[in-house]
């Protein structure tokens, strides 16, 4: 029903496409929602499990912790972003590529398709049955994401669409969706990063109207993945999902709110957020790795549940990061900061930008790879223009080298240490958003700190061995049948500049067996008038 989709799958295909290519997990046994599941779920992410080896889960046997079972229903997590494959396999497209879809998307819209009919209205639930105890958002298996802090069971990957009551214009944002009653849902839109349904909140509350709201859980991925992103303002997501799919998303209007919602979605929520009262709402751990305290947030009454006879619910793995969040931020954040740098401001010595994942959650470290022998003008101009190009998003941002791996945390410390003077090349701006995350006691406002820590010139040489040398050092440890390797950068030594070619003629014939030469040469270029660390540079090498 709704048509087929073209270009992109319904959740459930994606399922069968995770199965085939092995990367799902489908575990039949009993599996209480509310204690047992993201708890599960949550060792793949912190029991030293590499990404390329976490899975997709599919809970097919749900209760909860009174004991309720739930026939029909399924719940999966990690089926978003468990790693990049699984990202990619969402996106229809290969890893290489993603970043790339992202932009094209962006710049090439493609407007929804409308249609009458479709799955995600096969039951229907309205009325005063949807405040019954089992009904409405209580037969749903919602799981609890962080059991003994969260306060009630979550939507993680909900999507929620709100209209521009002046434009017209659709928004669909990922917000977190506290479950209050069976009618009734609390929502953080947050206000400081201008989430779309926050601002088109303030514009219905001017009105004194309350703002009627949608939200899907369930969506095909390629719509679900647009959802965390930051979009401008304005900017129906939805058209970019057609973008990413290369044809219109299907899209079917909702029964009880004037909103348009993607018709292959498993559920449908329905209803009117209150612009009178607000709701205290929380704990729940967030992103940022800390528990979100209670605060007050936004109210929704249910209107209307629809839903596939047979459902599927979707639910992230966030909190502590790396998580499935921020994987699926992650891939399109970094090309869309790029794109930003490179081609709305021409800066073009920006190679790459890498956001820090563990435990930090990208948002507060921005890393810039420029080119060798960008001007001081340019690093700093690229840096500046990281931090004022979205308010909740570098709080660090710092510019390195190419031989710099950004995804290497202690190889950007070394970089810092030795590449940068704290009193010249860093700036603080002041006046920057707390952003998400704690409150930073003591401090109402935050401020951004810029650092560059690319070479100012010439370096050594790493201090490790030659390519070649570790390389067939290599070869001889899987001949020896040594535990598996995972080389971390760097891993064999190279040339910074500072480097001649009489050093090099003397290494290789120490490498060779041949160093009392090298003794000869020194011995002949004694000095009675050097001080003791004078540099000893321009010898010539007598044995060439």
């Known amino acids: 029903m709704g048509g087929e989709p073209r270009g992109y799958d319904d959740l459930d295909v994606h399922l069968d496409t995770l199965k085939r290519q092995g990367l799902l997990y489908s575990i039949d046994r009993a599996i209480d929602k509310d204690t047992e599941m993201h708890p599960l779920v949550r060792w793949q992410y912190r029991g030293g499990i590499a990404e390329a080896d976490r899975k997709a889960f599919l809970f097919t046997n749900i209760t909860d912790a009174r004991g309720r079972h739930y026939p029909g229903a399924r719940v ?56 019954k105890p089992g009904h409405g958002l209580d037969a749903l298996p919602i799981p609890i994401s962080t059991p003994g802090y969260d306060t009630a069971p979550y939507l993680t990957a909900a999507l929620w669409f709100t209209r521009d009551p002046d434009n017209g214009i659709q928004n669909m944002g990922l917000y977190r969706g506290n479950l209050k009653a069976p009618d009734r849902l609390a929502v953080m839109m947050e206000r400081s990063t201008l989430a779309g349904g926050g601002v088109h909140w303030l514009k219905y509350k001017k009105r004194g109207q309350p703002m009627p709201v ?65 709701e205290p709402e929380g704990p729940f751990g967030e992103s940022h790795g800390y528990m979100a305290l209670e605060e007050y947030n936004f109210s929704m009454r249910v209107t209307a549940i629809t839903r596939r006879s047979s459902y599927t619910i979707t639910s992230i793995i966030s909190q502590v990061t790396p998580s499935e969040s921020s994987v699926i931020k992650k891939v399109a954040y970094e090309p869309l900061y790029l794109s930003h740098l490179r081609d709305a401001l021409n800066i073009k010595g920006v190679v790459r930008v890498s956001m820090h994942e563990p435990l930090t959650n990208l948002r507060p470290f921005v890393f810039l790879i420029m080119k060798k022998g960008m001007p001081k003008t340019e690093i700093w101009r690229a840096l500046m223009g990281t931090a004022s190009l979205t308010p909740a998003i570098g709080k660090f941002c710092i510019a390195l080298d190419e031989d710099i791996d950004p995804e290497d945390t ?37 401020a951004t700190m810029l650092i560059d820590a690319t070479a100012k010139g010439d370096y050594p040489p790493v201090a490790l061995p030659k390519k070649e040398y570790m390389e067939r050092a290599r070869a001889i440890w899987g001949e020896l049948k040594l535990p598996p390797l995972r080389p971390q950068s760097p891993w064999s030594g190279y040339s910074l500049g500072d480097w001649s070619e009489t050093w090099d003629a003397c290494a290789a014939r120490a490498a060779q067996g041949d160093w009392i030469a090298n003794g000869r ?9 050097a001080q003791p660390q004078d540099p000893a540079r321009g010898i010539p090498d007598e044995d060439k």
């Open 410 to 446: 202690d190889h950007v410390l070394w970089a810092i240490a030795y590449r940068s003077n704290p009193q010249t090349d860093t700036h603080v701006v002041p006046n920057r958003g707390k952003g998400h995350g704690p409150a930073l006691k003591g401090s109402d406002i935050d």
């Open 521 to 529: 040469r020194s011995a002949a270029h004694m000095s009675s008038t």
């Open 214 to 278: 949608a939200v899907a859980l369930g969506a095909p991925p390629i719509v679900a993945f647009v959802g965390p992103q930051k979009m401008p303002l304005d900017c129906d997501e939805l058209t970019v999902a057609g973008g990413l799919a290369g044809c219109p998303i299907n899209v079917v209007k909702a029964k009880t709110v004037d909103l348009l919602v993607p018709a292959e979605s498993q559920v449908v929520i329905e209803g009117f957020i209150d612009t009178e009262r607000l």
């Open 76 to 131: 999966a997590i990690g089926a978003l972003a468990g790693n990049r494959q699984i990202y990619a396999l969402g996106m229809k497209k290969p890893e290489a590529d993603i970043g790339k879809a992202w932009l094209e998307a962006i710049a090439h819209p493609i407007a929804p398709r409308q249609v009458a009919t479709t799955s995600c209205q096969e039951v229907v639930e309205t009325g005063d049955i949807l405040s």
